[in-house]
Structure formats: structure tokens, C-alpha cells
């Protein structure tokens, strides 16, 4: 069963950092690119950054770019976003998920809240 | 990038009755579009895929048509497990992969 778990959520001061995972399991990690994906509170789904299998192809939305690092780690099976600088707006629920053109599997997600 | 404009925002539809939620893409996706079924605290459940092609487990009272622009997703005989939002989502063109701005299917 493909199983794909989110952590590292928390509350953060505006300008301060946090980074998230997502571990995978019950296929074959390293043969998947990878995605996350953001929710605000009561809005809808944005895309937030893209990472291919050997980490050669990476991608952000414009939202985030050049303050979120994507990267994973196939030996550990195990997908991150590092989020520094952050804002009010990048409050939101994180999840991963596995990219095979649509998204057929998802993490259950983590809460990132971004207040003073 | 790619807009993806779902409509209605809110369909009020009784148990049993036939829902048609539409989403329309700014420029063609030809058949790379998704569609997403979200209930409240859950993660997005893939429900279509290829436009048309319905995901593993999947049942068949769901089903997706269109090409290039114009889609439409058709739930035949809505359950009460189906009332929640739904999302469509192009990957034809990305990044990034855009999703719609959803469509909540409430009880009438």
C-alpha cells in the first residue's frame, strides 16, 4: 500500500524557517518525481514545487521561489521542503504527492501556521 | 500559466438527483486534465484522470468528458458520501500544474 506521511508542521514567526518531510513507502521511491502541494485555510489547492526522481529537475510556483528548497532523498525514501522567510500568506496545510502526470496518491498533510 | 476556471462555485443537488460540474482551462490541455474530490480534514482523492479515464476503485457513477478547453465531470447519482468540493487540474502545460478554484456539491 503506498503510503506517503507528512511532519514538521508547526507555528512559526513571520521571517523564520522550517522544514518539512514527507517518508514514503509501499513503492518504489526513487522511481517517482515528486510534488507539493499547499492549502490556505478554507481556499484551494496551489501547487508549490516539483522535484524529479534524481533530484536534476526541479520546479517552484512563483509564490515561493528563491525562499522554499525542495530535495529528496532516495536512499531514505524521504522528500523535504525547506521554507525560510516566511510570510503570513504561506500559511496553509503541506501535503506531498506522487506525480505521475495527476497526483494518485497523497499525504494527509501538515499544518504550517506562519503568526506572531 | 494556465487558468483553470471551475463552474459553478456551489451546486445544490438532492440525494439521488445528477450533478454536472464544468471546468474550463484559458488555453487547450488537450486531455491532460485531472479531476480531484476533497472532503473537509482530508487530502484530495484522484478521481479522473486523461480526462476521462476513472482512477483505481473508483465508481462508475463518475465520469469525465471533454478535450482541449472545455471538460465536464458528471457524478450520476449523488450519494451521500459525494457531497464535498472538487478540484480540476491541468498537466499538460507546467509548471506549474494548475488547479481550479473548486466546486462545492452541497445538499439541497
Known amino acids: 500500500e503506498v503510503q506517503l506521511v507528512e511532519s514538521g508542521g508547526g507555528l512559526v514567526q513571520p521571517g523564520g524557517s522550517l522544514r518539512l518531510s514527507c517518508a514514503a513507502s509501499?513503492?518504489?521511491?526513487?522511481?517517482?518525481?515528486m510534488n507539493w502541494v499547499r492549502q490556505a485555510p478554507g481556499k484551494g489547492l496551489e501547487w508549490v514545487s516539483y522535484?524529479?526522481?534524481?533530484?536534476?529537475?526541479?520546479y517552484y510556483a512563483d509564490s515561493v521561489k528563491g525562499r522554499f528548497t525542495i530535495s529528496r532523498d532516495n536512499a531514505k525514501n524521504s522528500l523535504h521542503l525547506q521554507m525560510n522567510s516566511l510570510r503570513d500568506e504561506d500559511t496553509a496545510v503541506y501535503f506531498c504527492?506522487?506525480?505521475?502526470?495527476?497526483?494518485?496518491?497523497w499525504g494527509q498533510g501538515t499544518l504550517v501556521t506562519v503568526s506572531s | 500559466e494556465i487558468v483553470m476556471t471551475q463552474s459553478p462555485a456551489t451546486l445544490s443537488v438532492s440525494p439521488g438527483e445528477r450533478a454536472t460540474l464544468s471546468c474550463r482551462a484559458s488555453?487547450?490541455?488537450?486531455?491532460?486534465l485531472a479531476w480531484y474530490q476533497q472532503k473537509p480534514g482530508q487530502a484530495p482523492r484522484l478521481l479522473i484522470f486523461?480526462?476521462?479515464t476513472r482512477a483505481t476503485d473508483i465508481p462508475a457513477r463518475f465520469s469525465g468528458s471533454g478535450s482541449g478547453t472545455e471538460f465536464t465531470l458528471t457524478i450520476s447519482s449523488l450519494q451521500s458520501e459525494d457531497f464535498a468540493v472538487y478540484y480540476c487540474?491541468?498537466?499538460?502545460?507546467?509548471?506549474?500544474?494548475?488547479f481550479g478554484q473548486g466546486t462545492k456539491v452541497e445538499i439541497k
Open positions: 504527492a506522487r506525480d505521475g502526470g495527476s497526483f494518485a496518491y
Open positions: 509501499g513503492f518504489t521511491f526513487s522511481s517517482y518525481s
Open positions: 522535484i524529479s526522481t534524481s533530484s536534476s529537475t526541479i
Open positions: 488555453q487547450s490541455v488537450s486531455s491532460n
Open positions: 486523461g480526462a476521462s
Open positions: 487540474q491541468q498537466y499538460n502545460n507546467w509548471p506549474p500544474k494548475t
